[in-house]
């Protein structure tokens, strides 16, 4: 584009005249003036910059074209532009409108005007054509078709407007099935595209799912049902309902707010709202958060009720725009048969009998009771039933659930079914928060941090939802889901798992209570009280034991068990536990988590049904020990080998067939033979997606920095450690596995990466005087990384001497970056804390890190003051800023 000063004297005049305007808007803005005020009038600032370079490109053209037929042209405003809905750096589009006898015109007037305008700072979607062009386009492109839906005269002709515009209005109307049809389809792929808004955690507020786009989505819909766009019309049509009209209007008014402050703080045209973002908008609009609940947290909450009201709002708007075939409403009455004085049932759909239905729409009960057959049979509730229902809860006053409608609440929540959906819509029509009072306060609640994705209540759901899909599962949860006798327990337990969080204290605790409470209102027997409030009290517990413990450790899997109970509970737990991992978003549930969960369980249910834990009485591992112990022997191979495979850990022994495990000590036996060095080798693993490296050294005298070193020379080679497990066994043998993640093992031959990998580490164990390795410098774009501003979780680091008396279990919770784990093993090192056994959980920007440590003598770390300095030099060391 040409410098400011080069462009023609109108070009320069435009630009200058449209910053100038932007500017006083936004001044008018931040005082105060309401964004629908603000939007139109940064479409007045538009309109006065078109016009002057439309009425210059008109006079040009008067010198070569006939003033008849200039006078035939008509430039057209569409989509945002069209509506007067313009954000202050919105694109502009425009539409040369012209007849078959003034094209010539037409082309002579465009080839100067969108040099102009382009010129003058607009950013312009132009075309031009003829009425029936328009119409004809529009029937076969629903992109074009939407935008056009809201045109506006901008100058010209106006009986060329209104002949094209009346044709195109009229052709919609004829084609309003097909034409909605084709709005819905392409709407569904723009939000695929951009994802559902409470998933998102930098949504956008156009195009995402509840934005501004579905507000579009109910005017294009109502210009081909109704002949309007207008949603003030819509209402005055009886399109909309008022409660519908006002949910729409807040949350335009809302986000057109929002879009407006993401333009003017970065004079772009900017939709998407991340999260340094938020933080700032929070601030600035002065939201203060509440006991638990961060002032962003506060703010998105406000976002996401506001695109949780269009979504459903849209929902129905487009349910009541469908034109049923009367063939299937005929097929589906004449099979439909009587279930109760007031329901039939067809083949698909469950309705209520239409001279029943408004004081039917008034009870609670009976609604509850509808959804329960609705959900038993998996059947539909027809639209006219449901609209009912929904319009009557709308106005009904929010009260404390009768015996029956509890009644009601318990059977649906037993049945599978299409349970999750339904428990959407009693969500949206607020009747859970009735059911369940805490249901209210997390609504819409955002969990500021990249783990999450979903609020609250959105993952609650998502967690029955997880759970009901366990019963087509053809694998070991399928079955132990199928085979739980009260599953309701298990669905009102996953349901309400995560309600005690927005609070100060602990949500597991906060939890209880509200469990506790449901409990009381719901009237449960005591055992299913206890048991729903142990639920939610210990539903992180397999997390906590399976990610972050030694499995092999006996005592982890007694204190486990103990904890437990009993294999009912055990089921009950694990299943919880999968789906609300699973609930979490994508890709949390890998399959090495998955495996760590199956591994407690199984030793946890064997530990119950024999007495045996982890290495007692396991015929399959002792005979495994004989044969490798046995083909050691045969070998000759080092001595020290051998008595290691007598005190073998178990997590080697499970980890491999006997093949397998033969194989790799014989690798590692013929090494430690021939060389005083450390073994080192790797492997792709594609169950894990990462390189599993295998490091066996003699320790010797050293004790600590062994671990620092290897973490350190992983680093070095631009490797991310996903997960280790550190084994010392016996008096001298180190065995660890780590499983990293390499981006440049794509761009090169696996075998000749794996060895410089190798080499890097054996260099650092073997000369364990030289330099430690140098964490490669990591380059990042702009962008790629959110800043520090949005890392608001404080870093913890905890002691545990109560579950050992051997040795200390040290917990670290931050969030991730590169080199992190080198920093922190290095920071042990200096210490001299001996790391006995390490698990290393990273997703995403957060790690959760935990190591079995001890003092140098092999004491477990108890004093108060060492602690301290402990904690205080990790602290430092997560600070620590990148090279």
């Known amino acids: 584009m040409a410098s400011s000063g080069s462009l023609p004297s109108l070009a320069r005049q435009c630009r200058d005249r449209l910053n100038d305007g932007r500017g006083r808007i936004e001044s008018r803005f931040r005082a105060g003036l309401p964004s629908v005020q603000t939007a139109t009038a940064l479409t007045d600032l538009y309109d006065d910059v078109i016009e002057k370079i439309w009425q210059d490109s008109l006079e040009r053209a008067s010198s070569s074209v006939k003033a ?14 069209g509506r007067r809905d313009l954000s202050p750096y919105s694109d502009a589009d425009l539409m040369l409108l012209t007849t078959r006898r003034s094209a010539a015109a037409a082309a002579q007037v465009a080839s100067t005007f969108v040099r102009d305008i382009t010129d003058a700072g607009i950013d312009c979607g132009f075309s031009v054509r003829t009425p029936r062009e328009c119409c004809t386009l529009a029937w076969a492109d629903a992109k074009i078709y939407t935008s056009l839906t809201e045109s506006r005269l901008c100058f010209g002709n106006e009986q060329t407007f209104d002949r094209y515009f009346d044709r195109f209005r009229a052709g919609a109307r004829r084609r309003r099935n097909y034409l909605n049809h084709q709005s819905l389809m392409a709407r569904r792929e723009e939000r695929h595209k951009w994802g559902e808004t409470n998933y998102l955690l930098r949504p956008n507020v156009k195009r995402s799912r509840g934005g501004l786009r579905d507000i579009q989505l109910v005017r294009w819909l109502g210009f081909a049902t109704h002949g309007a766009t207008s949603l003030e019309q819509l209402n005055k049509l009886n399109a909309l309902s008022d409660e519908d009209y006002g949910t729409l209007r807040r949350a335009h008014a809302f986000m057109l707010r929002l879009r407006h402050e993401l333009h003017f703080r970065t004079k772009r045209a900017q939709d998407v709202l991340d999260r340094p973002t938020q933080l ?9 958060g509440r006991s638990g609940v961060l002032p962003v947290e506060d703010f998105m909450q406000d976002y996401f009720e506001h695109t949780r009201g269009v979504r459903y709002v849209a929902a129905y708007f487009h349910d009541d725009t469908r034109i049923r075939s009367r063939a299937a409403g005929a097929v589906e009455s004449v099979m439909s048969r009587r279930i109760d004085e007031n329901i039939r049932m067809g083949p698909t759909h469950i309705w209520v009998k239409s001279n029943t239905l408004e004081q039917f729409a008034q009870s609670l009960p009976d609604v509850l009771r509808l959804i329960q057959l609705a959900n038993h049979h998996s059947r539909r509730i027809a639209h006219p039933t449901w609209q009912a229902i929904r319009k009557s809860m709308q106005d009904r006053e ?19 079914g299409r349970l999750a959906s339904l428990l959407r819509r009693l969500h949206e029509l607020r009747i859970l928060d009735q059911l369940i009072p805490a249901m209210g306060r997390c609504r819409g609640l955002l969990q500021f941090n990249a783990y999450h994705k979903y609020t609250v209540d959105a993952h609650c759901i998502r967690a029955v939802e997880a759970a009901t899909d366990f019963i087509d599962a053809e694998n070991a949860m399928g079955r132990r889901y199928r085979r739980l006798k009260d599953k309701g327990l298990l669905h009102l337990a996953l349901l309400i798992h995560d309600l005690g969080k927005g609070y100060e204290e602990d949500h597991s605790e906060v939890g ?43 005592e982890v899997v007694h204190k486990f068990a103990a904890e437990v109970g009993s294999i009912s509970r055990l089921e009950l737990l694990l299943i919880h536990t999968v789906a609300d991992l699973q609930a979490v978003g994508p890709d949390v549930l890998n399959d090495w988590k998955m495996g760590l969960i199956e591994d407690l369980y199984l030793r946890a249910r064997r530990y119950f049904e024999t007495g045996n834990l982890p290495g007692e009485n396991e015929a399959d591992l002792d005979s495994k020990i004989e044969q490798v112990k046995e083909s050691l022997a045969e070998k000759k191979l080092d001595p020290s080998l ?79 450690i996903m997960r280790a497990n550190v084994e010392t066994v016996g008096e001298d043998l180190l065995w660890d596995q780590f499983w990293v993640n390499d981006p440049e093992l794509k761009q090169r031959q696996p075998e000749s990466r794996i060895e410089e990998v190798c ?10 005087d030289s330099v430690m390795p140098t964490p490669r410098r990591v380059w990042q774009t702009q962008g790629a990384k959110e800043p520090s501003s949005v890392l608001l979780l404080p870093t913890k680091v905890l002691f545990d001497n109560d579950t050992f008396d051997h040795q200390t279990i040290l917990s670290m919770f931050t969030y991730d970056r590169p080199s992190l784990l080198s920093d922190i093993s290095g920071t042990l090192s200096q210490l001299d804390v001996v790391i006995q056994f390490a698990k290393i959980d990273t997703h995403l920007d957060q790690i959760a890190d935990v190591f079995y440590v001890t003092n140098p003598d092999g004491s477990p770390i108890t004093d108060s003051d060492r602690q301290e300095t402990i904690r205080n030099a990790l602290v430092d060391a997560v600070r620590k800023p990148l090279p």
Request: net charge negative; charged share 25%.
């Open 512 to 554: 209880r209570r509200i469990a506790g409470d449901v409990a009381d209102l719901f009237h449960l027997s005591a055992d299913d009280k206890d048991t729903l409030q142990w639920l939610i009290h210990k539903h992180l517990l397999v997390n906590e034991v399976a990610f972050r413990h030694d499995l092999n450790d006996p």
């Open 68 to 81: 008849s037929q200039l006078s035939q042209l008509s430039l057209v405003a569409h989509g945002g532009y």
């Open 398 to 416: 929010a009260t404390p659930p009768d015996q029956p409608a509890v009644d009601a609440f318990l059977e649906l929540l037993k049945d599978p």
């Open 759 to 768: 080499r890097v580490v054996t260099k650092a164990l073997d000369d364990p």
């Open 642 to 720: 051998i008595e290691f495979a007598k005190d073998m850990p178990l997590s080697l022994l499970r980890q491999h067939s006997t093949d397998d495990l033969i194989h790799e000590m014989h690798q590692v036996g013929e090494w430690l033979t021939h060389n005083p060095g450390c073994y080192c080798a790797g492997a792709v693993d594609p169950a894990a997606s990462a390189v599993r490296y295998t490091i066996v050294l003699r320790q010797g005298e050293r004790r600590v920095g062994v671990f620092a070193r290897i973490t350190a020379a992983f680093s070095a080679c631009g490797l991310s």
């Open 280 to 288: 700032d908008i929070a601030e600035d609009w002065g939201y203060q």
